[in-house]
């Protein structure tokens, strides 16, 4: 199965700060990669697909990066509402496989 | 916007089946694919399976021998069984609708796009 780091595993910040979380694969994954969020509670929401499209609705200040095994979340301006868990997920090969999730709190 | 709606026992005995179940309203489950995800007590996300309304259906490796997933299209509706639980079964499982996009190469899936609010399946005796 292709495994999936993300680091850090916890990030520590303010509103208004860029936040950049990173998500290794353990093999060339293309860009078959989704990032998700998930607020304590709730089922996760899906932000970004193929590693660069962002789903509809979703914020602007979201996007996604990368292509192979490396690839990256970015916010560029942290709001409120977005302290939560981030996890990617990859889906170019089968079993589909997540990372262990990245937690943003608030400084 | 499509909504859907886990449903099902939350308490399962070991060695038992796990039987859940997924309504989709708001849309028709004919044209599209379904899945289902879990996540254990404090852990991360974990892919089960997914079912296309036409029956083709594929399951994470690990519980293969174990999992079904089927549709009822005359209900709108989709199924998980899960076989011979164990407590490394207890988890929130959740459904969802799976993606589907377009490229010069062909479709591809991309993930769990609309999300049921999870159900927790407790196994113990």
């Known amino acids: 199965d292709i495994q999936l780091t993300q680091s850090p595993s916890f990030l520590s910040a303010s509103v208004g700060d860029r936040v950049t979380i990173t998500c290794r694969a353990s093999q060339d994954i293309k860009n078959s990669l989704t990032w998700y969020q998930q607020k304590p509670g709730e089922a996760p929401n899906l932000l970004i697909y193929r590693a660069s499209f962002v789903l509809s609705g979703v914020p602007t200040r979201f996007s996604g990066s990368g292509s192979g095994t490396e690839f990256t979340l970015t916010i560029s301006s942290l709001q409120p509402e977005d302290f939560a868990t981030y996890y990617c997920q990859q889906l170019n090969v089968y079993p589909w496989t997540c990372g262990q999730g990245t937690k943003v709190e608030m400084k | 916007q499509v909504q859907l709606q886990e449903s099902g026992p939350g308490l399962v005995k070991p060695s038992e089946t796990l039987s859940l179940t997924c309504t989709v309203s708001r849309d028709s489950i004919v044209s599209y694919y379904w899945g289902w995800m879990r996540q254990a007590p404090g852990k991360a996300l974990e892919w089960i399976g997914y079912i296309h309304y036409t029956g083709e259906t594929k399951y994470h490796s690990s519980l293969k021998s174990r999992v079904s997933i089927s549709v009822d299209t005359s209900r709108n509706q989709f199924f998980l069984r899960l076989n011979s639980v164990t407590t490394a079964d207890t988890a929130v499982y959740y459904c969802?609708?799976?993606?589907?996009?377009?490229?010069?190469?062909?479709?591809?899936?991309?993930?769990?796009?609309?999300w049921g609010q999870g159900t927790t399946v407790t196994v113990s005796s």
């Open positions: 969802g609708r799976v993606g589907v996009g377009a490229a010069p190469e062909g479709y591809y899936l991309f993930g769990m796009d609309v």
